[in-house]
């Protein structure tokens, strides 16, 4: 079989503002996933699948995948709504309006540069390069002078959604580093943290501090 066979079994549609910016959504891999899986058996008409077939089409259990509906449930991502058929049955659907809504949210607030020149509004490129983690991870790989490991990926994404880092900071963090040509994600973890134990919040508070104590 070659890709036009493969054809046949269909595309599924995912908004690029989705898989850019779902860390800043606060959504792990593993719940991207089931949005995808979600997103899969709704567009072919199916809205309401099993924890069971889901599964089947992932690395997950069915437990896994029901441990994530739940999740996604509690974050307000995603709800189960009652349907009616044309003879009445009643029935249950997902609707994921609500993750969609978030995420225009957060477009239109981080991505969404207002003109005050003129009345419209000028939108950013929709490219994945808009990527906080992307672009922070291309930096320190120019850096280091080599690509960075899952692990050292997901050291920046903590830096970003738990600890909450502002990405110029984390920059900033990454220029003492190499100044001490310490090549190293902990060494800049140290770096922010201490930064952190000095309440510096932002760049300006941060450059101020580095200034009165060259």
Do not use: C
């Not at 309401?48 to 509906?69: G, K, M, Q, R």
């Not at 969404?112 to 929709?126: A, E, F, R, Y």
């Not at 100044?179 to 943290?193: E, G, I, N, P, T």
């Amino acid at each position: 079989m070659d890709f036009n066979d493969y054809r046949t079994l269909g595309f599924t549609t995912i908004q690029n503002g989705l898989i850019a910016y779902y860390p800043q959504l606060n959504i792990s891999d593993a719940e991207l996933i089931l949005i995808i899986q979600l997103e899969a058996f709704s567009q072919r008409g199916e809205n309401f699948p099993s924890t069971e077939n889901i599964a089947a089409n992932t690395n997950l259990s069915a437990n896994s995948v029901s441990s994530l509906i739940q999740e996604l449930i509690d974050k307000n991502y995603l709800t189960i709504q009652q349907t009616r058929d044309p003879q009445g049955r009643i029935g249950n659907k997902y609707s994921l309006k609500k993750i969609y809504d978030k995420l225009d949210k957060f477009l239109e607030n981080k991505v969404i540069i207002q003109d005050k020149h003129k009345s419209d509004n000028t939108k950013l490129s929709d490219s994945l390069n808009n990527n906080p983690l992307n672009q922070l991870s291309r930096i320190f790989e120019i850096e280091f002078g080599r690509y960075l490991s899952p692990i050292e990926r997901e050291e920046i994404v903590s830096w970003l959604n738990i600890d909450h880092y502002d990405p110029e900071i984390i920059r900033l963090a990454l220029r003492e580093a190499v100044l001490s040509q310490a090549y190293s994600l902990k060494y800049v973890d140290r770096v922010l943290l201490n930064w952190q134990r000095h309440n510096l919040k932002t760049t300006s508070e941060v450059k101020n501090f580095l200034q009165r104590n060259r």
